[in-house]
């Protein structure tokens, strides 16, 4: 099967520590990302989530895999009773006092159901770091944390 690789970038006008935050933290997650049962950033601690659409929900399993304070977060991703194994990996670098972003989603062809098609993961994670993100960290909703 071809590799679908995904990849987004996004620099944020916001320091490396609040993005850091905004990534590991349960409450700051819940903001711009989903609402994660429990999150720590703990090399083999799993958490949980649902996401989807308003008809059909999936639960989302993950297990951290690594963690680089302040650099890098890597996590499996799988669908409760579906196969297919894929891992999501944020890389973090400052840029003066600005913060880069590099999502990295691999082993989107390990999915078989087609609602987890790449062109699915392409649209959510665009709108996911692009967006949400950005507006949580840019737009002043992220202050009250920092």
């Known amino acids: 099967m071809e590799n679908q690789l995904l990849i987004i970038e996004q620099e944020f006008n916001a320091p490396l520590e609040l993005v850091w935050r905004a990534i590991t933290e349960k409450a700051l997650m819940k903001k711009w990302y989903f609402d ?21 929900r999936y639960l989302h399993l993950c297990e951290v ?28 670098s400052p840029i003066d006092e600005k913060t880069k972003v590099k999502l990295t989603h691999e082993g989107l062809e390990t999915f078989t159901n087609p609602d987890f098609r790449r062109e699915n993961f392409v649209g959510g994670w665009n709108y996911l770091i692009r967006e949400s993100l950005k507006e949580f960290l840019e737009k002043g909703k992220a202050l009250r944390y920092w």
Do not use: H, M
């Open 36 to 56: 994660i049962s429990d999150f720590k950033p703990e090399v083999g601690f799993t958490f949980q989530f649902e996401g989807g659409t308003e008809n059909k």
């Open 65 to 92: 895999l690594e963690v680089v304070p302040l650099k890098k977060l890597k996590y499996s991703w799988k669908y409760e009773g579906y196969t297919g194994l894929s891992f999501v990996t944020f890389e973090l």
